[in-house]
C-alpha cells in the first residue's frame, strides 16, 4: 500500500496523522520478532525489556530558535536489551556492558510548529561499577528518526531546528540502577539528546535538550552478577605513540535544483598514550567538498572548494572501542566555513589487527556540518 495522500492545487499533501501510526506499528512489530529470544534466554546473556519516562528542557543554542527553545520537552521509551557478562564479553570492551534497541518518542509540547519525534536507536552500555545491589552505567546511542514537524518557508518557517523529516538522533546517558529482585531494576539517569539530519539538508541547527530519567527493567531470568576473572591483560599497549591514517566521506543535498553531492577526505594523527584507556593526538586532515563546489560553481565563484584542518584531541578506548574528540583550525579554506575552529567526534571499532571502521560528526559551533562514515590503519 502506497503512502496516504491528497492531491490538491497545492500538488500531493501527505497525510500525516496515518504516517504517524506506521512508526509506532513498526516498533510492535519488533517486539513480536524478539519477544521469543527474550522469553527463550537461558544462557550468561541475559535478556531484559525496560519502560522509561523523559523529563527535559530544550536548549537554546543558537539566536535563530531561541523563541522556540526554553521550553520543556517529555517522552517515553521502551527497550529490548542484551546483558553481557561473561569473560569473553569482558575482554571484548574491557569491562561488562549490555546493548539493545530502543524506541523513544519525544514530545515538544509545539504541536504546530516542533511536532514530536520518533526514535529508533541501537545502543552500548558499558557498566562502570557495581556495588551490592547498584549498578553504574553510561549508555551511548544512535539511530535514524521521523519528525513529525519540519521546517518550511511558507508552512512552518521558523522551526530551524529541522530541515528533513528522517534525521539521526544521538544521546549519551549516565544510570544509577538499583536491584529491587533478582529480576527486577528500577533506574534513574541524567541523559543528553541531540538530533540533526547530519548537514544533509538545510536548515540544520539541529536540537539538544537534557533530560531526567525514571525507568523499569524487568529480566525473566535475573540479571548477571558480574564477577570480573583474573586475566592476562593482552591488550597493554606496547608503545607510547602510534600512528593512524583515514578515509572518510559523507553526503550533502543543495536544493534548487536539488543534487547529491560527495564529501571524501583523508587525514593523519599522531597518538600519545598516557595511559592504555586515554591518549591524546594530533591531527591533520583534508576534505574534498562538491557540495561546497557545486555552490561555487552556480554563483560563478572560482575560489578553491577543498578545505585542510588541523588539530588537537584526545581518544577513549573501551577494549576495541574508541571514542576521539578533536578541536581544529583550517589553514587552508579559500572559501571560509562559518567559523575558522569547527570540531569532530569519531566512534570506532578495531576490526582487526589495527583496522577499524566507524562513524563521525564534524561541525562548526553547535551547527552540524557532515555525518558520515570512515575507514582507519592504524601502527
Known sequence: MGVPAIIT?????????????????????????????FILANDDRKRSLGISFHAGYILPHSDEIKALANKPACGIALQYQIWHGGKEDYELFDCFWNAGFEYRYFNFLNPKILGSAHDFT?????????HSNFIFTSRLGT????????YDPIDNPTNKFFGSPISFPLFIEGSMYYKVS?????????????????????????????????????????????????????LLKKNNYRFSMYYFNSLKVIDSPKKLCYIYGVGLRYYYSLSYKYQLHATTEVYID???????????DTRDYKRAGAGFGHAINFGRLSL????????????????????????????????????????????????????????
Open 324 to 379: 576521539t574528540q578533536t578541536m581544529a583550525y583550517y589553514y587552508y579554506a579559500p572559501y571560509p566555513a562559518m567559523t575558522s575552529f569547527y570540531h569532530r567526534h569519531d566512534l570506532l571499532f578495531n576490526l582487526y589487527k589495527g583496522i577499524s571502521a566507524g562513524v563521525f560528526l564534524k561541525a562548526h559551533k553547535h551547527v552540524a556540518d557532515l555525518m558520515g562514515i570512515q575507514m582507519v590503519y592504524g601502527w
Open 182 to 234: 533478582e529480576a527486577s531494576l528500577i533506574k534513574i539517569s541524567l541523559a543528553y539528546n541531540h538530533i540533526s539530519n547530519g548537514g544533509i539538508k538545510q536548515p540544520n541547527k539541529g536540537m539538544n535538550w537534557p533530560s531526567i530519567v525514571l525507568g523499569y527493567t524487568f529480566a525473566k531470568h535475573g540479571i548477571p552478577a558480574f564477577q570480573r576473572e583474573e586475566r592476562d591483560n593482552l
Open 290 to 300: 562538491s557540495y561546497i563546489k557545486e555552490n561555487l560553481l552556480r554563483w560563478g
Open 9 to 37: 492545487k497545492k500538488g500531493i499533501n501527505i497525510d500525516r496523522n496515518k504516517i504517524m501510526k506506521r512508526p509506532l506499528a513498526l516498533f510492535f512489530m519488533a517486539i513480536v520478532l524478539l519477544w521469543p529470544s
Open 143 to 150: 539511530g535514524i528518526n521521523y519528525l513529525t514537524r519540519i
Open 122 to 130: 541501537l545502543y552500548l552500555e558499558p557498566i562502570l561499577y557495581q
